[in-house]
Antibody, heavy 122, light 107 residues
Framework: EVQLVESGGGLVKPGGSLRLSCAAA????????MTWVRQAPGKGLEWVSS????????FYADSVRGRFTISRDNAENSLHLQMNSLRAEDTAVYYC???????????????WGQGTLVTVSS | DIQLTQSPSFLSASIGDRVTITCRAS??????LAWYQQKPGKAPKLLIY???TLQSGVPSRFSGSGSGTEFTLTINSLQPEDFATYCC?????????FGGGTKVEIK
C-alpha cells in the first residue's frame, strides 16, 4: 500500500522559510515523478512543483519559482520542498503526491498524503 | 499557461440524478485530462484519467468524455457519498493546472 506522510508545516512570518518533507513507502520511489500540490483555505487545488525520478527535471509554478526548491532523496524515499521568502498567499495545505504511472505524468495523481498546513502570518 | 474553466462552479442535485460537469481548456490538450473528487478535509481522489479511463476501484456510475478543449465528467444516479467537490487537471504540459472546481451539494 502506498503511503505518503508529510511533515514540516507550521506558522511562519512573512519572509521566513520552511522545509516540507514527505516520507514515501509502498512503491519504488525512485521510478516515479513526485509532486507538491497546495490548497489555500476555501480555495481550489494549485499545482506547485514536480520532480522526475532521477531529479533530472524540476518544474515550478510561476507563483513559487525562485522562492521554492523541490528535491528528493531516493535512498531515503523522501521528497522535500524548501520554501523561502514566504508570503501570506502561500498559506495553504501542502500535499505530497505520486503520479499514477512511473513512465509518465499523463495518468494523473493516484496517491496523496494527508497534507501539512503552512500558515504565513505575522 | 493552459487555463481550465469548469462549469458550473456549484451544482445542487438530488439522489439518483444524473450530473454533468464541464471542463474547458484554453488550448488543445488532446485527452491529457484527469478528474478528481475531494471531500472536506480530505486529499483529492483520482476518478478518471486520459479523459475517459476510469481509475481502478472507482464506481462505474462515473464516466468521462471529451478531447481537445472540451471535457465532461458525468455521474449517473448520484449517490449520497458523491456529494463533494470535483476538479479537473490538465497533464499535457507544465504547469499542470487545475480547474477551479465544482461543488455538488444536496438539493
Amino acid at each position: 500500500e502506498v503511503q505518503l506522510v508529510e511533515s514540516g508545516g507550521g506558522l511562519v512570518k512573512p519572509g521566513g522559510s520552511l522545509r516540507l518533507s514527505c516520507a514515501a513507502a509502498g512503491f519504488t520511489f525512485s521510478r516515479y515523478t513526485m509532486t507538491w500540490v497546495r490548497q489555500a483555505p476555501g480555495k481550489g487545488l494549485e499545482w506547485v512543483s514536480s520532480i522526475t525520478g532521477g531529479s533530472g527535471d524540476l518544474f515550478y509554478a510561476d507563483s513559487v519559482r525562485g522562492r521554492f526548491t523541490i528535491s528528493r532523496d531516493n535512498a531515503e524515499n523522501s521528497l522535500h520542498l524548501q520554501m523561502n521568502s514566504l508570503r501570506a498567499e502561500d498559506t495553504a495545505v501542502y500535499y505530497c503526491a505520486k503520479y499514477t504511472w512511473a513512465s509518465t505524468v499523463k495518468a494523473g495523481v493516484d496517491s496523496w498524503g494527508q497534507g501539512t498546513l503552512v500558515t504565513v502570518s505575522s | 499557461d493552459i487555463q481550465l474553466t469548469q462549469s458550473p462552479s456549484f451544482l445542487s442535485a438530488s439522489i439518483g440524478d444524473r450530473v454533468t460537469i464541464t471542463c474547458r481548456a484554453s488550448q488543445d490538450i488532446s485527452t491529457y485530462l484527469a478528474w478528481y473528487q475531494q471531500k472536506p478535509g480530505k486529499a483529492p481522489k483520482l476518478l478518471i484519467y486520459a479523459a475517459s479511463t476510469l481509475q481502478s476501484g472507482v464506481p462505474s456510475r462515473f464516466s468521462g468524455s471529451g478531447s481537445g478543449t472540451e471535457f465532461t465528467l458525468t455521474i449517473n444516479s448520484l449517490q449520497p457519498e458523491d456529494f463533494a467537490t470535483y476538479c479537473c487537471q490538465q497533464l499535457y504540459i507544465y504547469p499542470l493546472t487545475f480547474g477551479g472546481g465544482t461543488k455538488v451539494e444536496i438539493k
